[in-house]
């Protein structure tokens, strides 16, 4: 059984995105680890870095940082023993330590393709040269460039969810 403890926090509706999570699993985590000094989300079946200063941001804000005050989600010194648990359904966050959280995300964001038994009758992958040469086609084919101008504008997206995040907490955090 895990326990989470709920915070009665203001959540903003842009929050994920801020932070860098695009994807539509129900549930995501958040923490901050001193490997690469970096906060990460989390859905229990992927991962990836985030954007710092969106978390920053949140987590700092005088109302999100008093609630937050008797866990530790993690630094640029030490590994989080706690994580951030957002419900995108419910616009709800909860903290529990990340072994906890990670074991209740597996649970309930399992892809609805990964929940099928594997089909006994399927034919074996073969990694051979053939196989390799048509993989390295593959990935080949999705690189992409990105131009100075797509990354500018990345940027400046990114200066802009933050602003959003700033303002949403400033004027919701009464």
């Known amino acids: 059984m ?15 995105e801020a932070i860098g999570y695009d994807g539509d699993d129900r549930y995501v985590a958040f923490y901050w680890t001193p490997a690469g000094d970096a906060i990460l ?8 870095t985030g954007q710092w200063p969106a978390w920053l941001i949140f987590v700092r804000h005088p109302r999100i940082a008093s ?6 989600l993690g630094s640029s010194d030490q590994e989080a023993t706690h994580w951030l648990l ?7 966050v909860s903290v529990s330590p990340g ?5 209740f995300l597996r649970e309930h964001n399992r892809p609805a ?5 594997p089909d006994a009758e399927a034919e074996p992958v073969v990694i051979d040269a053939a196989f390799l040469n048509t993989l390295m086609d593959e990935i080949e084919e999705v690189q992409s ?3 100075a101008e797509e990354l500018y504008a990345n ?11 700033q303002v949403w907490l400033d004027t919701h955090s009464g």
């Open 113 to 117: 393709t990964w929940a099928a038994e």
């Open 145 to 147: 460039t990105v131009t």
């Open 2 to 16: 895990h326990k989470f403890h709920p915070l009665e926090i203001p959540v903003p509706p842009m929050l994920e």
């Open 86 to 92: 957002l419900d995108r359904h419910e616009r709800t």
């Open 41 to 48: 989300w989390d859905t229990g079946w992927s991962s990836a």
């Open 155 to 165: 940027l400046a997206d990114q200066d802009q969810q933050q602003r959003r995040l």
């Open 99 to 103: 072994r906890d959280v990670h074991a």
């Open 67 to 72: 609630a937050l005050m008797s866990y530790h």
